[in-house]
């Protein structure tokens, strides 16, 4: 069995089991401000934000009015800052911003985009809810977001704050016997 079989095999066990955390460097975020920011967003994309429950992140698609899809989206809404973080891929987060700002009319909502402002990880398993819980404590907005049936959460991680979130995350990883996927530069 090769190193790279061996390795994926135990961050699916980890997954199964325990927790996997794998940090995304392919995503960045979209932030969204402004009172109307949830009413708002919740009629430009597909999931719903408003039945959100406090704690949870949502998976949606942000649509073209012609049905095409512009790009899948994890929503965090952080009350505390009052603000909405969208995960999206990096090589879409202009177009995006630039599709949600053309139907910004009356709305008090603002959508920025910072490249370098905060590094995402996603959380995969039963233990997840202790992983999100260890990055909450240091600064850091998530929620939990299952996306493959095993448990998970979102982890977005202030870039002020990065270096601090990440070893909160790696040492609820460890604790919790997981795994911390590898660093990959593009998405699968």
Known sequence: MSERTLAVNVQVE???????ALPQPYLTSLVVTGKDRLSWLNGMLSCDLIKRSPGEATYG???ARNGRVISDVVVVVDEEAQRVLMVVPREVVETLRAHLDH???MEDAEVAADANAFESWAVHGPGSSVVLDAARAVGAPGGMVDRTGLGGAIVVAPAARSKEIRSAVEEAVRTSTGARGSRGSTRR
């Open 61 to 63: 698609l942000a649509v």
């Open 14 to 20: 980890a997954a199964r089991k325990s927790v996997l």
């Open 103 to 105: 139907y910004l009319v």
